[in-house]
């Protein structure tokens, strides 16, 4: 089982979860937005699988901070995928993917402990 946390290291949901998996001993790598920015080829499957309204952050600072112009331009999959390369921050985190296919976004213990059991 190969796991991928994507998100950025300074976030205290991906500290948690980062240290959920530690506190498992279940390995993992991380993928972190901020030096290696956001696979623009994993987008589409993370839209699929999640949904883009799921994959945006609306109540954190990125999306508070952007041009109100930038948020109403966010109204479908095609823009919401280029506003998350252009922003990275604005998605949601932490993303958990296995074997390259995306279980979840955010930390909720008894999802993550459900799909990692699988």
Known sequence: M?????G???CTTVKKA???????GLAYQFHDYKKMGVPADRLPQWVDALGWEKLINRQGTTWRKLDPAIQAGVVDATTAQALMQDHPSVIKRPLLERDGVPLAIGFDEPA???VVSE
């Open 2 to 6: 190969n796991l991928t946390v994507y």
């Open 8 to 10: 950025i290291p300074n």
């Open 112 to 114: 993550w402990l459900a």
């Open 18 to 24: 980062r240290a959920w998996l530690d506190a498992r």
